[in-house]
C-alpha cells in the first residue's frame, strides 16, 4: 500500500475522545487530526511519538487529516490506522503473498453473511471449492516485558467475539473460514491471544479453532510512505 501524496510528519501531543488527536507540525504549528482506531492503542500512543499523517481532499470532513503511523522512542514502526489492515490483506492475497489464500476465482469484500448481520471483510470463491470467509483483526499490541511478543486484541472487543461466532458458524457449515492478524508492528514476532484482557474472546477462539477455524498471521514491512504484509509469524 502506497500512500500518495506522502505522509507528512508530526509529534505527538495527546489522543482523545478516541477519534482525535493533538500534534505539533515540524513548524511548531498544533494540528488536530482524526484517529481511525477504537482500541486501547497501548504502546502506540505516547506523547512524544512521532507520527505520520495522511491529508483528504473531501471538502465535507471536518477533520481532513488522518492518523497513519507511528514511531515509538523505541524506534518501532506502527500503522495505527486499522482501516488498513483490511486493504494490506487484499493486496497481499493479490500478490501472492498469503501463499494459504491462493487459487481462488474471486476476491470480494464486505459481503453480507452468517447469522447475526454481518460482514465477512474478504470473500474468495472458486467453482470447485468451498467458500472462504476470511476476518482481518489488527495487532499492534507488544508485551515489553517478553521480546517480540505480540497480543490480540488490546481491549475487550465485543465486536471481535461476534466474529469469531460467525466464523465458527461458517466452519461448521462445511465452507473454509479464516482469522488473518495483520501484525503491524515491526518489534512483533509473534502473536498469542490476550486472555488476560478478553478472556471470552479467547474462548471463543479456542471454540473456533476446534470447529476448523483457521488462524494466520502475517507481519507487515514499513519503508518511505509504504507498508505491505510481506512473511508469516507465529501464532500459539
Known sequence: MHFDPPLKKGTLIKRYKRFLADIIKPDQEPLTIHCANTGAMTGCAEAGNTVWYSTSDNPKRKYPNSWELSQTKQGHSICVNTIRANTLAVEAIQAGVIQELQGYQSLK?????????????????DSERDNCYIEVKSVTLLDDTKPGQGYFPDAQTVRGQKHLRELTEMAKSGSRAV?????????IEKVSIAHHIDAKYSQLLEQARDAGVE????????SENEISLFSRVEFK
Open 109 to 125: 469484500t464486505e459481503v453480507k453473511y452468517g447469522s447475526e448481520n454481518s460482514r465477512i471483510d474478504i470473500l474468495l470463491q
Open 179 to 187: 482469522l488473518l492478524f495483520s501484525v503491524l508492528h515491526s518489534g
Open 215 to 222: 488462524v494466520l498471521c502475517y507481519k507487515a514491512n514499513f
